[in-house]
């Protein structure tokens, strides 16, 4: 090598050396240590909030810098930090190892809790808050060693900033009235939640003039009625007053409401409906005031609802014979305001036997004294397989031209229970199946114990005096089976089409008798083995024959 140009690169790179020893000495440049990390300069946290210590579980973590960060050693995507974390105590020494990796394994990831990460504008701190209210327990916030400022300095250690979460202890909950209402001053009871893990404790309503009720918590989580009256009507309550739950004396915050100066005196208003399934009877009641709700069945046994009285009906269930579902219709009513409230409950009595008989009662009553129950109705579970039959074919109709236009397939319920027909279909001689119903109904469509419906074409006209309430199924097609009935029919099935398949419910066997024109063919009983017969003049559409 040239002696000359060893001696001119040498200057050079004393010369770069004392240029960047003088940046540094004036914080133009960085330095970097031989892992590429940068060098301490006195980059610092000034403020993390909350600050160490006993905190609730539910709230964000501050972590406020001296200077701008560098944003993408603070955020590993758009909302999530892989170097300002919070973990568990306990895994903080494995969490600080995780950190000091360039990407954690999955493994170590898991150990940090899920929390999403905002940055302000200027970088100069980051906020996590966890997705899930912490639990009781020890918790720490660990940072990153490899976080930098923008100009590149390193952070300075930072230890674990360490918090505990106490475990809240078990309290009671206002049931209703809601916690922060106002309520009539006539309010007969206020029901209560108790959970588990306070037994024998007693808790007390207070008021400004000292306990109005009290009750000791039971052993296992329960909801228990606290009665402010002996009898109606009651007056206990005052104007103005803010009632609280309290243990030892001492009122829980948030479980009070204060009393109106006004009082209800109506029942509320119910709208139930009542659903039945093959094993099940559910209601969904709507009410204008909060109240308890109660739906009570009791076993038809053959006899007329309509037969059946209220007095009949409570010895009934007096004597263990009625299935009993209760529950809560709660809503943020205003106890002098003249709009009603919207409440809502669904109760539903499970395990019932398929096509059976019940009397059904709705039963709403509310906190301040009143009452109001439905009439009895009487409802039925439906059939495992539909049990509906064939029992009357018009082929022949009587009336005006196009004589297709007054065909139609009666179908018969003789019961027990209710039948779904949503699915069913007429399968001809070809083998073909044909649904009666031709559009999807938005609800089943349910035929009730003695009920009958027709099927019929798109095309059909009543040229019949039906009865007031007979279902009418149209089928997709402009006549039945598409080419309509034959005058002679052929066998015809009624069949169950589900996923695995068709299932035969009721057949017409073919070979009847031929009937003039205007006459049906109609079947002598629900016995799969009765004879048909020619019927009536017009037929009998929708009437026993």
């Not at 009671?172 to 106002?182: D, E, I, N, Q, R």
């Not at 999807?440 to 309430?469: N, W």
Request: glycine fraction near 8%; aromatic fraction near 4%; hydrophobic fraction near 40%.
């Amino acid at each position: 090598m040239n002696e000359n140009k060893l001696v001119k690169d040498m200057t050079v790179a004393i010369a770069i050396g004392a240029v960047c020893a003088a940046a540094i000495w004036m914080s133009g440049c960085t330095r970097l240590s031989t892992e590429g990390e940068p060098v301490a300069s006195g980059v610092r946290v000034t403020q993390v909030t909350p600050a160490a210590g006993t905190i609730e579980g539910q709230g964000s973590f501050r972590v406020e810098f001296s200077a701008p960060m560098e944003p993408s050693l603070l955020l590993s995507d758009v909302n999530t930090s892989q170097s300002v974390v919070l973990v568990h105590a306990a895994d903080v020494t494995s969490a600080q190892a995780a950190l000091a990796r360039t990407h954690p394994t999955d493994a170590e990831a898991a150990l940090f809790i899920a929390a999403t990460a905002v940055v302000d504008p200027f970088a100069s701190s980051i906020t996590l808050t966890p997705v899930q209210p912490l639990g009781a327990g020890d918790f720490a916030l660990v940072l990153s060693k490899k976080l930098a400022d923008a100009q590149g300095r390193a952070l300075e250690a930072t230890a674990p900033i360490v918090y505990t979460v106490q475990a809240t202890p078990p309290a009671p909950h206002l049931v209703t009235p809601l916690a922060g209402s106002s309520v009539p001053k006539n309010l007969e009871r206020v029901r209560v939640e108790f959970p588990t893990g306070m037994p024998g404790q007693v808790v007390t309503l207070e008021g400004p003039n000292g306990t109005l009720a009290a009750a000791v918590a039971p052993d296992a989580a329960a909801t228990i009625e606290l009665e402010l009256c002996a009898s109606s009507p009651c007056a206990r309550l005052v104007p103005g007053d803010k009632l609280s739950l309290a243990i030892a004396g001492v009122a829980l915050d948030a479980e009070w409401f204060t009393v109106a100066d006004c009082a209800r005196d109506a029942a509320p208003s119910m709208a139930p409906t009542l659903t039945a399934r093959d094993v099940s009877i559910s209601t969904q009641v709507l009410l204008d005031w909060p109240a308890q709700v109660m739906l009570e069945l009791a076993p038809d046994d053959d006899s007329q609802p309509q037969t059946l009285d209220d007095g009949t009906f409570d010895r009934l269930c007096d004597r263990g014979a009625c299935l009993i579902a209760q529950g809560t219709a709660r809503c943020a009513s205003t106890a002098c305001s003249a709009l009603p409230a919207s409440c809502a409950a669904t109760l539903s009595l499970d395990g019932l036997t398929p096509g059976t008989n019940w009397v059904a009662r709705v039963t709403a009553q509310d906190d301040e004294g009143h009452r109001v129950s439905t009439p009895l109705q009487g409802i039925s579970t439906l059939q495992a397989l539909p049990g509906v039959v064939l029992s009357e074919l018009m082929a022949s109709p009587p009336g005006p031209e196009p004589k297709s236009d007054g065909e139609y397939v009666e179908l018969w319920n003789p019961g027990p229970g209710a039948a779904d027909v949503t699915n069913l279909a007429l399968v001809d001689a070809s083998g073909v199946p044909h649904a009666i119903l031709g559009t999807p109904p938005p609800q089943p469509v349910i035929l009730q114990p003695g009920a009958r419906a027709l099927v019929v074409g798109q095309s059909f006209d009543s040229r019949y005096p039906i009865p007031e309430g007979t279902p009418i199924l149209r089928a997709s097609t402009k006549r039945l089976l598409v080419y309509g009935l034959a005058d002679s029919l052929p066998s015809l099935v009624l069949a169950q089409d589900t996923a695995q398949g068709l299932t035969e419910v009721s057949r017409y066997p073919g070979g009847g008798p031929k009937c003039g024109p205007g006459l049906s063919l109609e079947r002598s009983s629900a016995d799969p083995l009765s004879t048909w017969r020619c019927g009536v003049f017009g037929g009998s559409p929708g009437r026993a024959p």
